[in-house]
């Protein structure tokens, strides 16, 4: 059984902004029976691992989170949340699964929202793939964690429901329902929460690339990020 607590992290000096106190609202609404459990540089040490020291050390704090979230599933269990998660219902009926995911895009699998028992042994596997991972610039849990599913036999068609076991994979509409170019999103019955994309983490010129694509009503294809992750991030 997945225990009641959300896990959220804050690393770095940024200021909450009033799309994270929106967010954040919205879990005191739906999720008032849950424990909160806020990461930061005071209950987590950045240098206890080459991945987070050195992604901390760039100010990327996005990427501390990224290890965190993980490493805060695997000893205590619960779910995390990203803090520009909108909650729109409680996550109560999904808590007798040992993981459950939902997708992102039609082949990647979202890190905004995870939910897992303590000491799961699919979260642990997934946890010590980054034993030896070295922090290399922009990519992301997302890539990372939808070539370790692959590997265990997902297919990631993104639009279908997806269970190995008691790990489960819900629909897009359930956990990311925003549309990225659009940012248009439908509250359908199974949807419990919106995730909006702050991406503080994203430099400027991959911004400017959503920014542009956006206007247009364009899919974002993310080229500066895949340009940026096979020539700078070395």
């Known amino acids: 059984m997945i225990p009641k607590i959300i896990h959220y992290c804050k690393f770095g000096d940024s200021k909450e902004t009033d799309l994270v106190k929106r967010c954040r609202a919205s879990w005191m609404k739906h999720l008032s029976e849950y424990e909160f459990k806020e990461w930061n540089e005071s209950n987590f040490d950045v240098n206890s691992h080459p991945?987070?020291?050195?992604?901390?050390?760039?100010?990327?704090?996005?990427?501390?989170?990224?290890?965190?979230r993980i490493w805060a599933l695997y000893n205590y269990g619960g779910l995390y949340l990203d803090t520009d998660v909108e909650v729109f219902k409680s996550f109560d009926d999904l808590l007798d699964s040992e993981v459950f995911l939902g997708f992102e895009t039609d082949y990647l699998v979202a890190t905004c929202v995870i939910g897992a028992e303590k000491g799961s042994g699919f979260i642990g596997e997934f946890f010590a793939k980054y034993e030896n991972k070295r922090f290399a610039g922009l990519e992301t849990n997302?890539?990372?964690?939808?070539?370790?599913?692959?590997?265990?036999?997902?297919?990631?068609?993104?639009?279908?429901?997806?269970?190995?076991?008691?790990?489960?994979?819900?629909?897009q509409r359930c956990f990311s329902p925003k549309d990225r170019a659009t940012g248009k999103f439908e509250v359908e019955d199974d949807t419990y929460c919106v995730h909006h994309f702050a991406a503080s983490?994203?430099?400027?010129?991959?911004?400017?690339?959503?920014?542009?694509?956006?206007?247009?009503?364009?899919?974002?294809r993310g080229y500066c990020y895949r340009f940026n992750k096979k020539y700078l991030s070395k």
């Open 51 to 68: 991945y987070t020291k050195r992604a901390y050390e760039k100010k990327m704090y996005a990427f501390v989170a990224d290890y965190v």
């Open 142 to 171: 997302v890539d990372f964690l939808a070539d370790f599913l692959r590997a265990k036999g997902f297919k990631l068609n993104g639009s279908k429901y997806e269970e190995q076991g008691r790990v489960k994979i819900y629909p």
């Open 201 to 220: 983490w994203f430099p400027w010129y991959i911004k400017l690339e959503e920014y542009i694509c956006k206007k247009l009503g364009v899919e974002c």
